[in-house]
Nanobody, 124 residues
Framework: QVRLVESGGGLVQAGGSLRLSCAASGGAFSTDSMGWFRQAPGKEREFVAV????????TYTDSVKGRFTISRDNANNTVHLQMNNLKPEDTAVYYCNVAYTSDLRTFRGDDDYWGQGTQVTVSS
């Protein structure tokens, strides 16, 4: 059974940085894309970033471009999200997910794989 465990969230002031990590287990992910989503209070979950199976391609939502960087370590089945210059509007619970896709723009993750997420709170 696939299990995704997110970590690294916390409380940070605007302009600060955090590095999120997600450990995947229970499956083979070397050919899957891995990505991050977030859900703010009262809002729907939204896509943040995705990375291809070999790390060669990445896609970001417009609001985080230039501030967030996604990376992965296939040897350890982990995906990271380096978040710099954080803004109060980045406050949300962040979730990772994995799924096979040939087009990163269509990455939605797998509905059976959602973990508990990690809370990121950015104060102004």
């Amino acid at each position: 059974q696939v299990r995704l465990v997110e970590s690294g969230g916390g409380l940070v002031q605007a302009g600060g940085s955090l590095r999120l990590s997600c450990a995947a287990s229970g499956g083979a992910f070397s050919t899957d894309s891995m990505g991050w989503f977030r859900q703010a209070p009262g809002k729907e979950r939204e896509f943040v970033a995705v990375i291809s199976w070999n790390g060669a391609r990445t896609t970001y939502t417009d609001s985080v471009k230039g501030r967030f960087t996604i990376s992965r370590d296939n040897a350890n089945n982990t995906v990271h999200l380096q978040m710099n210059n954080l803004k109060p509007e980045d406050t949300a619970v962040y979730y990772c997910n994995v799924a096979y896709t040939s087009d990163l723009r269509t990455f939605r993750g797998d509905d059976d794989y959602w973990g508990q997420g990690t809370q990121v709170t950015v104060s102004s």
